[in-house]
């Protein structure tokens, strides 16, 4: 294997010199969105990227799902430049997007049936998926005849369930409350750690940011750029006493001071 093979290997995400400017509109100014970011994500790794409105931390993550090119630089995943989304990143998004008019049974077999996978094999590994992320009993529910904490379930379980190489989450514990946010925060860090999978986790949250990742990226204000990396120690799996942990309440302080004039301007204070 030559270096670049094994550089590709380890990294399954290397983002380099990647800008993106969105034009004017009716001859408006452009808006550059990011510029310069250069980054890596390590197979099996969940980064948190965190940072003010605005940053570009959700467009980031659209370019490396393939939603979006960037104006400049390169985003590669194994080697490879992403151009279009694939089969080996899937999205979870703040709003659900599950379909409304499929059981949670079938919206996590959804991507499963598009790969063309038998329909007993698929609905075995999709009531597997749905007991891990503890729906058992709510496979024939439809998705308004359930919380919004079981639709975020059901929507990581569609999300793992043609086994991705990468799991791209764009804020998506945001609409819910703060105790049902913490359970899912738990859950989800429990889920990826079993599964072993490479997350890229978007949130303006410094609390979960820190408790999920084991490294957290820090973005400047617009035009967005790499500010900041802290790698985080904590041991998995991630428990509730961590938040307690010396360590944690130091790092977060830390990143509040650092962030805290952000979010201020961004409220014009």
């Keep these: 294997m030559n270096q670049m093979s094994m550089i590709a290997a380890d990294t399954p995400i290397a983002i380099a010199g990647l800008s993106k400017i969105y034009?004017?509109?009716?001859?408006?100014?452009?808006?550059?969105?990011?510029?310069?970011?250069?980054?890596?994500?390590?197979?099996g790794e969940f980064v948190s990227l965190l940072g003010p409105s605005g940053c570009g931390k959700s467009t980031l993550l659209s370019i490396v799902a393939g939603f979006q090119k960037a104006s400049e630089g390169s985003v590669l995943q194994d080697g490879v430049p992403i151009t279009g989304p694939g089969p080996s990143r899937t999205v979870v998004f703040q709003d659900y997007a599950l379909f409304g008019w499929m059981t949670i049974q079938?919206?996590?077999?959804?991507?499963?049936?598009?790969?063309?996978?038998?329909?007993?094999?698929?609905?075995?590994?999709?009531?597997?998926?749905?007991?891990?992320?503890?729906?058992?009993g709510f496979e024939d529910k439809y998705p308004h005849e359930v919380s919004g904490g079981m639709k975020q379930r059901a929507a990581i379980a569609r999300a793992l369930a043609p086994d991705p190489e990468i799991l791209l989450m764009d804020e998506p514990f945001g609409a819910l409350d703060a105790q049902t946010r913490v359970l899912l925060q738990e859950e989800i860090a429990r889920l990826s750690s079993d599964a072993g999978k490479?997350?890229?986790?978007?949130?303006?949250?410094?609390?979960?940011?820190?408790?999920?990742?084991?490294?957290v990226v820090v973005m400047s204000p617009r035009p967005g750029r790499v500010r900041e990396e802290v790698?985080?120690?904590?041991?998995?799996?991630?428990?509730?006493?961590?938040?307690?942990?010396?360590?944690?309440v130091r790092t977060v302080k830390d990143l509040w001071d650092t962030l805290k004039p952000d979010w201020q301007k961004e409220q014009g204070q």
Excluded: C, Y
Excluded at 111 to 127: C, D, F, Y
Excluded at 231 to 248: C, G, K, N, Q, S
């Design 106 to 136: 079938k919206n996590v077999e959804f991507g499963l049936k598009a790969k063309g996978m038998p329909a007993r094999e698929r609905a075995e590994i999709a009531r597997a998926l749905i007991a891990k992320v503890q729906l058992s």
């Design 23 to 43: 034009p004017g509109q009716r001859g408006g100014t452009a808006v550059t969105a990011l510029q310069h970011v250069d980054l890596t994500i390590r197979r």
């Design 198 to 215: 490479t997350v890229i986790f978007v949130t303006h949250g410094i609390e979960e940011a820190v408790f999920l990742a084991d490294r």
């Design 231 to 248: 790698l985080v120690p904590l041991p998995r799996p991630r428990t509730a006493e961590m938040r307690a942990d010396p360590w944690f």
